[in-house]
C-alpha cells in the first residue's frame, strides 16, 4: 500500500468486490474437505488498516498537504497505517451515499460543513466519548455548531469556512464618500445607495445562481432571530409565518426589487466572474467566501493593502453563513478506536499548523492554531465573523426544501418574476407540503 497514491472508489467496483466476496464463500462451502493439514506457527497480526476519504483537492497544495499528512500519521503509527479514498469535490455526496449501500464506507471522512450534521444523522457514530480535555477547550465555542446535533458530536472540527463576508475596496468606498462602516441594515442599505449614486452600478456583488441564493437569504433571517425551523416533539415547523421572518424577507427582496442594489446579473454570474469585478474597482461589495480573500491577494497583488471586511451584519443579532470541515467516523468502520487515533492525531494543534490551514488557506478551528498570513485588522474581521455563524437549517427535510423550494423560489422573487407577497406564500405553501 503506498498512502501517496489515493484511491478512487466506484460504486461498480464496490458492488463487484461484494460480489466476488459472496460468490468466493460460496464456493468455499461447496468444496468437498479435505485432510486437515497441520498449520503454521501463527505469525505477527499485521497493521490495523483504515480508509480515509475526502475531496479536499482543490489545488495541487492541498492534494499534496493531505498525502503528506496521511505519510506522517503512518510513519509515526506502524500499527495504523491509513490509505486516503480521494472522493471529487462534486460528487462526493452521491460516490458517499452508494460506498454505504454498498456496505463499503470509509473509515473516516473529512465532511464539509454544510453536511456534518445532516450526513451524521444516518452514517456517523456520535464522538462524545472520545472527547478529551484537548478538544473540548481548544476548539472555538461557535466551531462546533456545524459538528454537534443536540447532545450529539458527530465530527471534530478541524478548519473554518465562511460562506457570507463582505468585502470592500478602501479607495473605492474612500472616493465614493463612504466613511463608516455599516453595522445594521439601513447602514448597509444606505452604504449601498451611496456607491451607487457615485456611479457604481455594479453595486453589490454575490454569487447568487442556483443554491448559493440561500446563502445571503438565510443569514438575513438568522440576524433578525427568525431560525426559519424549530422543533416541536419530534417534528420540525417552519417559521416563515412569522413577523421576524416575514420582515426579513422583505428586507432581502427589497435590495433587488426595492431599492435594486443588487444587479440582476449576479443571478448568472459564479465567483469566478464577480473576483475581476472587483478587483477593477468597479464594484460597491462583494459577498463572497473565505478563500476569496486570499485569491484576491495572490492574483491582485497590488490590492492587498486596499482590500477590507465589513463588520458582520447586526440587526437584532449578528450572524453570518459559515461552519466547520470536520473529521468523522462511520457507523460502518471496522476498527472504530483505531479510526480515532488518526482523528485525533490530525484533528491537533500540531496538524492544524503543520497542514490544515497552511494547505487548505481558510481558517482555524482551534484556538491554538495559527490564522494564515494577513494583516491583523483582517484576522480581526475574519474571527468576529466566526463568532456569529450560522449553519444551514437542522430540519431533517432540509435538502428537498433547498432544492425544490427555497432556490427556484427565491430565483423568481430576485428576478421579480413574482412580487413578494405572492413569492412569501409558495414559499410557505410549498415548505408545508414538503414538511407534511
Not at 445607495?193 to 453595486?203: P, R, S, V, Y
Request: proline residues 7%.
Amino acid at each position: 500500500m503506498n498512502p501517496t497514491k489515493p484511491k478512487k472508489i466506484g460504486r461498480r467496483t464496490m458492488l463487484q468486490l461484494m460480489g466476488a466476496g459472496a460468490a468466493g464463500a460460496l464456493a468455499a462451502a461447496c468444496t468437498p474437505q479435505s485432510t486437515p493439514q497441520p498449520t503454521a506457527a501463527p505469525t505477527s497480526p499485521g497493521p490495523v488498516k483504515i480508509r480515509y476519504a475526502h475531496m479536499n483537492c482543490w489545488d495541487e497544495g492541498m492534494c499534496t498537504g493531505q498525502n503528506q499528512m496521511i505519510t506522517d500519521f503512518n510513519a509515526a503509527h506502524p500499527k495504523i497505517q491509513v490509505e486516503a479514498v480521494e472522493w471529487s469535490w462534486g460528487n462526493y455526496l452521491a460516490t458517499m451515499q452508494a460506498a454505504v449501500s454498498a456496505g463499503e464506507a470509509p473509515d473516516v471522512m473529512n465532511v464539509g460543513w454544510g453536511e456534518v450534521i445532516s450526513l451524521g444523522r444516518p452514517y456517523f457514530i456520535p464522538l462524545d466519548s472520545y472527547l478529551d480535555d484537548d478538544l473540548k477547550n481548544n476548539i472555538n465555542a461557535a466551531s462546533w455548531n456545524s459538528s454537534r446535533l443536540g447532545d450529539q458530536t458527530l465530527g471534530i472540527p478541524v478548519f473554518e469556512q465562511l460562506n457570507e463576508v463582505l468585502y470592500y475596496r478602501s479607495d473605492v468606498w474612500e472616493k465614493a464618500g463612504v466613511t463608516t462602516e455599516p453595522q445594521t441594515w439601513a447602514d448597509y442599505l444606505a452604504v449601498a445607495k451611496q456607491l451607487q449614486a457615485a456611479g457604481i452600478t455594479d453595486t453589490w456583488g454575490m454569487q447568487a445562481n442556483g443554491a448559493p441564493i440561500m446563502s445571503r437569504f438565510l443569514e438575513i433571517q438568522f440576524q433578525n432571530n427568525s431560525p426559519l425551523f424549530v422543533q416541536n416533539g419530534d417534528k420540525w415547523q417552519h417559521t416563515l409565518d412569522t413577523p421576524e421572518s416575514r420582515e426579513a424577507g422583505q428586507y432581502w427582496y427589497d435590495l433587488w426589487q426595492g431599492a435594486k442594489v443588487i444587479s440582476q446579473s449576479n443571478l448568472q454570474r459564479a465567483g469566478s466572474d464577480l473576483d475581476p469585478v472587483f478587483a477593477e474597482g468597479k464594484m460597491g461589495m462583494l459577498s463572497s467566501i473565505t478563500q476569496t480573500y486570499f485569491t484576491l491577494v495572490q492574483t491582485y497583488p497590488d490590492l492587498a493593502d486596499k482590500i477590507r471586511i465589513a463588520p458582520p451584519t447586526k440587526q437584532k443579532t449578528g450572524a453570518t453563513m459559515g461552519g466547520a470541515f470536520a473529521l468523522s467516523i462511520f457507523q460502518q468502520s471496522k476498527d472504530k478506536d483505531a479510526a480515532w487515533e488518526f482523528v485525533k492525531w490530525a484533528s491537533s494543534a500540531a496538524i492544524g499548523n503543520k497542514y490544515w490551514i497552511p494547505t487548505t488557506k481558510v481558517l482555524p478551528t482551534r484556538k491554538d492554531v495559527n490564522y494564515p498570513p494577513m494583516p491583523d485588522h483582517i484576522q480581526k474581521r475574519f474571527a468576529e465573523y466566526q463568532a456569529v455563524q450560522r449553519i444551514f437549517p437542522l430540519v431533517p427535510e432540509w435538502e428537498a426544501i433547498k432544492g425544490k423550494v427555497l432556490t427556484p423560489g427565491l430565483g423568481q422573487m430576485a428576478s421579480g418574476a413574482v412580487d413578494f407577497d405572492t413569492g412569501w406564500k409558495d414559499l410557505i405553501d410549498q415548505t408545508n407540503f414538503v414538511l407534511s
